[in-house]
């Protein structure tokens, strides 16, 4: 086993844990692995420009993409290339970023995290609805932006929040 891909391993469990709960609509899922591939070529065109001895992809835009939901594929691109993986303080700033976008996914999971999350992807359903005239593209939206559990309720107790299924109309 690849003790480098651990990451990559629990984001899909995460990732389909959450959704089959109801705390995350499919798109979560598109966006990390829409932004995974576009950070895995944007590794390899730096590996191919540093091999060529050409105008590289500046660290910083490669630490953005990590931040922005890209760092599965930036972990199989420095696996798989062999690129990024020796200089210590890149690694360091990589994993920041990685606990960055960790904690963010684990926001979601909060009570107001969902209600954000809820809010926003039916403002965009809506949108979509409203502006785009195609019946195949409103319901590739709906099925993306569309929660597996319509509603919960969240109880208070002293310590924690406790989460059950609000009643189905």
Known sequence: MKYYYLPNYALVITLASSYYLGYTPLILTAIFVLASVFTYFLYAKDKKAAMRN??????????LCSLLCGWPGAIIAQQKLRHKTKKVSFRLVFVITLLINSAVLAGLHTSNGERIVRSFTESLHNFVAI???????????????????????????????????????
Request: charge should be positive.
């Open 54 to 63: 050409t105008w590289r992809t500046p660290e910083s835009s490669l630490h």
């Open 131 to 169: 502006n785009v005239s195609d019946m195949y593209v409103n319901k590739a939206a709906a099925s993306l932006l569309s929660f597996r559990v319509k509603s919960f309720g969240f109880q208070q107790n002293d310590n924690f929040y406790i989460r059950k299924s609000a009643p189905q109309n």
